[in-house]
T-cell receptor, first 111, second 111 residues
Framework: AQSVTQPDIHITVSEGASLELRCNYS??????LFWYVQSPGQGLQLLLK??????LVQGIKGFEAEFKRSQSSFNLRKPSVHWSDAAEYFC?????????FGTGTSLTVIP | SQTIHQWPATLVQPVGSPLSLECTVE??????LYWYRQAAGRGLQLLFY??????ISSEVPQNLSASRPQDRQFILSSKKLLLSDSGFYLC??????????FGEGSRLTVL
């Protein structure tokens, strides 16, 4: 069965520090991979996606993610976090017609 | 247009009462449509998906059902609500590129 694991429920970083959010998936083939962000009271916004090709993908708001097939991972990174990045982040996997989401990582940014 | 209309936005229902959440989408014909439930700490749980009129796949056996009577209409129903049905329900559309678009959600409280 397909699954998505985000091992970090909550992360706190200082503004200006680097960020990495982890995501691991379980799927027999190469899936479509996504990162979404949800700010308080808002809907989900797509940050970036991977379908094929270059395994390092760039997204909006300065985020990037790297697909590592050998590790079944798709970690999200940002070199310098801004206070406005505080939100809930969801990793998602598209497998055939189905899409599965991780349980999310809540990011707190401290000044 | 990627507009997704969901209603009602908020609903408070007693245990044992019926439920009908409606979703209509705009844009390309024959989209893949999904119902997710979002609960705190549990991410987005895929409930049902549909690849066409009358075609429903259930991901989780439960008290809910879904129907797709028209190409751009997707309905989530229950004959008798349980307390555990409380949550935030999202109607989602998949475009041919694989990207997902989210409705604004329906918050259901079962008392």
């Amino acid at each position: 069965a397909q699954s998505v694991t985000q091992p970090d429920i909550h992360i706190t970083v200082s503004e200006g520090a680097s960020l990495e959010l982890r995501c691991n998936y379980s799927y027999g083939a190469t899936p479509y991979l996504f990162w979404y962000v949800q700010s308080p009271g808002q809907g989900l916004q797509l940050l970036l996606k991977y379908f094929s090709g270059d395994t390092l993908v760039q997204g909006i708001k300065g985020f990037e993610a790297e697909f590592k097939r050998s590790q079944s991972s798709f970690n999200l990174r940002k070199p310098s976090v801004h206070w406005s990045d505080a939100a809930e982040y969801f990793c998602a996997v598209g497998a055939g017609n189905q899409f599965y989401f991780g349980t999310g990582t809540s990011l707190t940014v401290i000044p | 247009s990627q507009t997704i209309h969901q209603w009602p936005a908020t609903l408070v229902q007693p245990v044992g009462s019926p439920l009908s959440l409606e979703c209509t989408v705009e844009g390309t014909s024959n989209p893949n449509l999904y119902w997710y439930r979002q609960a705190a700490g549990r991410g987005l749980q895929l409930l049902f998906y549909s690849v066409g009129i009358g075609q429903i796949s259930s991901e989780v056996p439960q008290n809910l059902s879904a129907s797709r009577p028209q190409d751009r209409q997707f309905i989530l129903s229950s004959k008798k609500l349980l307390l555990s049905d409380s949550g935030f329900y999202l109607c989602v559309k998949r475009e041919g590129t694989g990207e997902l678009f989210f409705g604004e959600g329906s918050r259901l409280t079962v008392l």
